[in-house]
């Protein structure tokens, strides 16, 4: 449901939101009025200390109080049950209620202050437990204050102020469109909207330098931010509600397909003995690419043996010996890269840990074994990799010999021209070449580091024919088409089951975003049932909730026609919500370009049940597949942990072997990451 109203302003808390917190806080009111009232019956009003008056009164005044707060918890939490997520109508009474027990918060601090002065003053003679109790109802009473300003602080909006409604005769859609005055109101909130995505921004990275590239970024990430949330009124227990569903219809999906369906290869993809080929470089390239991310995942897949066999070499007097490596000042990135690898220091040619917004750290290395001069590109591990990935527009980037609009996500290309110019006029290759001129070029990286070295391998093409990149769960919003066709010549995708950065693009998510409004607003279950049965279909898994919806009982002509309860979640229309009639690609959505994958794509997933035990086996498979099917987000517990470079490399190690992999194996097994 839309923000409550109350106060004057919106706020990012629906009225169907306080079930859970009311319950809480009735639980705790309710053992703390029956102590009290124990307390006052085991005296029976008599106390036989100084200040006996005050705490009589005391006592008294709490056990009223108490029990007003949970008579009015009560009623909060009913009416708060009542209605669904688009169907607020039973919960009208709500901002009364919430205006009652705001009053109540004056008389309860007015008792607490009684009760300290109580304390501190008169409470001389009473006995230890009475004094003990009053203590503990004083500490009770600032903590809730204390606990309630926090949480209003957490729900305020800052462009909370109430959203003009539609004139009675206005249809659906077109709010406040048509007139200039309209026209001028969105574009202020959106200014104003610009402006506060900025400033949170600022906060979040007040630690990081102020520079050009930094105020570049942040201007970008709040018009992106801007231009998502600014159609919508959800708040963020809806996002939730619509994710627990839209999961659990996928896994009705998938249930009911059948079992013996092949995955379509592409018709330009190989097959056969090319796949294992393939299979086999990328597992080994792959162990570079998790390399690259220095010591914490070092640490995190060797927790046993990891801290032990870096400590020899961290902090250690080894100056010159590292005058290549830059950012890494202790030599623990190094020195993990050493023990990842299993390459000796002379086998690098340059080693950077320099990091900023559009400068990530890669490595550029002799790799024997495979004949190949390997560029190693980090992921995202630091809130500047994140300013990057987050910086999303488009970007021109032409390209000699490619016809066709060619353009890339913004923040990866500052990243790889970054790279391109340490490696080309810095003359890095060129130094790599003049020891190994007959190895080829190899690039390689995971997450941020995989779309990095995907157009850094476009860059490099004309210049290096036979360079070849392995692309490790890379970005989705990465390429135009042409440059995504291009790179399917020299650069291969690697997924794995349902990861979410593959698939994420800003076409994506207005994608999921409809797909949101569109099943929440269909769901005619209250939200706390939605979230209580999501989570345990997430902890204890079971057959999928079959939702009744609002469309059970309409005519099937009416469902060519947007549905009020979607168009109700919308503050203004939008190119990027489609009714229901509309087709489910985002590609119909035309308010952004799209970006693909890039190369060809390797598809990497689970045969069997999607849900086993901790300690059974997990067998994969792998397939060529195409970029079109990772044109929507799959909601799912594992499309973060299929992101993780560790799971990923057993994923290919497990592959390469021909033998299961325990889908819960203990973390010093990650040593296998040496000997691909």
């Known amino acids: 449901m839309p923000g409550m109203v109350v106060f004057g302003r919106r706020w990012g808390i629906a009225s169907d939101d306080l ?12 053992l703390w009025w029956i102590g009290t009232m124990i307390l006052f019956t085991y005296h029976k009003g008599h106390f ?14 709490q056990l009223v109080v108490l029990a007003l707060i949970i008579l009015s918890l009560c009623a909060i939490i009913y009416v708060s049950a009542q209605g669904t997520i688009t169907n607020p109508g039973p919960r009208r009474s709500m901002p009364v209620l919430v205006y009652l027990r705001a009053v109540l918060y004056l ?51 800052p462009l909370g102020n109430p959203r003009p409604q539609p004139a009675a005769a206005e249809p659906l859609g077109v709010r406040h469109m048509e007139s200039s005055e309209g026209t001028q109101f969105l574009s202020t909130a959106r200014s104003l909207a610009v402006k506060v995505w900025e400033s949170r921004l600022r906060l979040l990275c007040c630690c990081l330098p ?10 970008s990430i709040a018009q992106l931010f801007t231009g998502f949330f600014s159609d919508t009124d959800l708040v963020p227990s809806d996002i939730a509600a619509g994710l627990a569903l839209l999961h659990q219809e996928h896994d009705k999906m998938e249930r009911s397909r059948d079992p013996d369906m092949v995955v379509p290869h592409s018709p330009s993809s190989p097959v056969g003995e090319d796949l294992e080929t393939e299979l086999e470089k990328a597992a080994h390239c792959m162990q570079f690419a998790a390399a690259a991310y220095g010591w914490p995942l070092y640490i995190y ?41 299993g390459l000796q220091y002379r086998d690098f040619i340059h080693v950077s840990f320099h990091n900023q917004i559009y400068e990530i750290p890669f490595y550029v290395a002799l790799d024997h074994k495979r004949e190949a001069v390997l560029v190693a590109v980090r992921g995202t591990l630091s809130l500047k990799d994140v300013l990057t990935d987050l910086s999303a527009e488009c970007e021109n980037l032409p390209i000699e010999g490619v016809s066709g609009a060619c353009y890339a996500h913004k923040g990866i290309c500052q990243a790889a021209g970054y790279i391109y110019k340490k490696l080309v006029n810095d003359g890095i290759l060129n130094q790599a070449f003049s020891i190994a001129p007959e190895y080829k070029l190899v690039i390689t990286g995971h ?34 088409k042409a440059l995504a066709d291009y790179s399917k010549d020299f650069v291969v995708s690697v997924v794995l089951g349902k990861d979410l950065v593959p698939r994420l693009s800003i076409p994506n998510m207005e994608d999921l975003k409809r797909r949101i409004l569109k099943i929440v607003s269909n769901c005619n279950k209250p939200k706390y049932r939605i979230l209580l049965q999501g989570c345990w279909y997430e902890l204890f898994g079971g057959d999928p909730d079959d939702f009744p919806t609002e469309m059970d009982n309409r005519r099937e002509e009416e469902l060519s026609q947007p549905l009020l309860g979607e168009e109700s979640l919308l503050v203004r229309h939008s ?32 045969d069997g049940p999607s849900r086993r035990s901790c300690f059974s086996t997990v067998r994969y498979r792998a397939d060529w597949s195409n970029e079109m099917n990772f044109r929507s987000i799959l909601i799912s517990p594992r499309m973060l942990t299929d992101h993780m470079p560790d799971v990923l490399l057993r994923a290919l190690n497990s592959l390469t072997c021909e033998r299961p992999y325990s889908l819960c194996p203990s973390h010093t097994s990650g040593s296998q990451q040496q000997n691909v």
Request: charged fraction near 15%; hydrophobic fraction near 45%.
């Open 575 to 606: 190119s990027s919500y489609h009714s229901l009639a509309s087709d489910d690609s985002p590609a119909h959505a035309a308010t952004h370009l799209p970006l693909f994958l890039p190369g060809r794509v390797l598809h990497i997933t689970e």
């Open 107 to 157: 008389p309860e601090l007015a008792w607490a202050c009684m009760g300290a002065v109580w304390v501190s003053d008169d409470s001389r003679g009473c006995d230890p437990a009475t004094v003990g109790s009053v203590i503990a109802a004083v500490v009770a009473s600032w903590f809730i204050l204390l606990f309630t300003a926090l949480g209003v602080l957490f729900v305020f909006d």
């Open 19 to 30: 079930v859970f917190p009311g319950f809480v806080e009735l639980f705790f009111r309710v």
């Open 301 to 341: 897949s060797n927790l046993l043996t990891g801290p032990c066999k870096l400590s020899r070499d961290c902090c250690g007097s080894r100056g010159a010996e590292y005058e290549i490596v830059g950012g890494d000042h202790l030599g623990c990135h190094f020195s993990s890269i050493l023990q990842s690898t």
């Open 210 to 219: 102020q520079d050009e590239n930094q105020r570049a970024a942040f201007s």
């Open 48 to 61: 036989d200390c100084n200040g006996r008056g005050v705490l009589h009164t005391f006592l008294v005044g």
């Open 447 to 480: 997450s941020l580091g995989a779309g990095t070295a995907s157009v850094l391998a476009v860059l490099l093409r004309n210049s290096f024919p036979t360079l070849q990149c392995y692309s490790f769960s890379p970005p989705g919003g990465l390429l135009s």
